[in-house]
């Protein structure tokens, strides 16, 4: 009657050694992933100019943005369900623009 006690003493021991080994013991890994979205601005697109308020058009849009890119930057606009609907122009912060350098 000992001898299978020691004996079930022995295998629970054997199972919780293999158990831990199996599920706590493992090496971690970090991966560290990340999701990219792109946007692009186009004719049929909504900006708009957050100091005005106004809305512009593409072609003046493209204008500014291409006089000094990194005078400006462009926030989405979402709609009540988390839709982008367009775009806001924002003229860029000193330290945005420090950051922007290239």
């Not at 692009?40 to 058009?57: A, F, H, M, V």
């Not at 006089?67 to 912060?93: H, Q, S, V, W």
Request: proline share 1%.
């Amino acid at each position: 009657m000992s001898i299978i006690l020691a004996m079930r003493k022995i295998a629970v021991l054997f199972f919780l050694t293999v158990f831990w080994h199996t599920n706590y013991a493992q090496d971690v890994h970090v991966n560290s992933g990340s999701i990219v979205t792109q946007f692009s601005i186009n004719e049929s697109s909504l900006i708009y100019d957050k100091s005005t308020g106004q809305r512009i058009s593409y072609e003046k849009y493209n204008r500014l943005v291409k006089a000094n890119p990194k005078a400006y930057r462009t926030d989405l606009l979402y709609n009540e369900f988390g839709e982008i609907i367009g775009f806001n122009l924002c003229t860029a912060t000193a330290a945005e623009q420090e950051d922007r350098r290239s």
